[in-house]
């Protein structure tokens, strides 16, 4: 349903974007995730028909982005970072305002039925002026679901609300997305992982990732993490664990667990298990751990020539 191929925006004399290429398909729900500054906001202007691009090829539900405008914003919604909302109208009448706007049949009906969708249909009639942040997030997500869009373009829905709105929003991404294409970006890495298909990490213009969450643990981190808890003491056990073959690091955590790694290629758990019975220690838990989509971020967005995480 989106379809990416060499995609360049220059302003002035500074590439944003630098000929990326990715797609999305019906029913999949990619996240979009990047520093500030890295190129997410632009592209997503750009697959909305906000702006055109300097070069390369996108399409959108099929039309290109170019030449089909018009047949790209019929199916496409849009929710902004910031909603244009009307504080003095209600949520029905802005909704149908904006269904008139948009040259929508039945505009009445189809207002009622996005604020049903986003679970607002019992505040039809209250202003939007008394909604709380995750209310008004919740009426910008309906008029993106005004003209049933096939593909949904989400910049930040989840910012600024607290933890109760955060999962509500959450869910009803999930839900939409079902029978829809939803890109969306969002700085909350733990979202992207629990509800993403596949994520997109861009960085200073670049797209530096596109996978699951979890291959692109497993192709970045090249080894294996386990973690062990044994009962009572265990001061000497890291070294013990240090020594045997093939482990590349031992941690103690501050919870009083272990924490070892092991090259992909030389699997070290037989033998750490064994080091830890013959050494008299009760394993109570032995379970491996994967890289945080944070870690994955943080390391494939590092400024490698100085070490430090981009801006």
Do not use: W
């Amino acid at each position: 349903m989106i379809q990416v191929n060499g995609l360049i925006k220059d302003y002035g004399s500074r590439r944003a974007l630098n000929a990326i290429s990715f797609h999305a398909n019906q029913g999949e729900i990619v996240g979009f995730l990047g520093p500030n500054g890295a190129g997410k906001t632009t592209t997503m202007r750009i697959l909305t028909g906000y702006m055109p691009p300097t070069e390369g090829e996108v399409t959108v539900a099929g039309y290109d982005i170019v030449e089909e405008s018009l047949e790209v914003r019929k199916r496409v919604g849009y929710l902004p970072e910031t909603v244009p909302l009307y504080n003095d109208m209600t949520a029905l009448d802005y909704l149908r305002f904006m269904a008139d706007l948009r040259h929508i049949p039945n505009s009445e009906e189809r207002a009622a039925e996005a604020l049903e969708n986003v679970n607002l249909g019992n505040r039809a009639n209250s202003f939007v002026g008394s909604f709380s942040k995750g209310m008004r997030q919740r009426v910008g997500l309906a008029q993106a679901l005004l003209h049933r869009p096939e593909v949904l373009i989400l910049d930040e829905p989840t910012i600024g609300l607290d933890p109760n709105q955060v999962v509500e929003i959450r869910e009803l991404i999930r839900e939409i997305g079902k029978d829809r294409t939803v890109l969306f970006s969002t700085h909350i890495l733990s979202e992207a992982q629990q509800i993403c298909d596949r994520v997109l990490i861009i960085n200073k213009g670049k797209i530096v990732a596109e996978d699951t969450p979890e291959n692109l643990q497993s192709r970045l981190t090249g080894a294996q993490r386990v973690v062990i808890r044994v009962r009572g003491e265990s001061d000497d056990l890291p070294a013990k664990i240090k020594k045997v073959k093939g482990i590349r690091a031992v941690e103690t955590k501050p919870d009083g667990s272990i924490e070892f790694e092991f090259s992909a290629g030389q699997d070290a758990r037989p033998q750490v298990a064994k080091t830890v019975i013959q050494g008299g220690y009760d394993l109570l838990e032995f379970r491996p751990v994967g890289m945080s989509l944070e870690e994955i971020f943080l390391e494939l967005t590092r400024d490698t020539s100085t070490g430090k995480k981009s801006s």
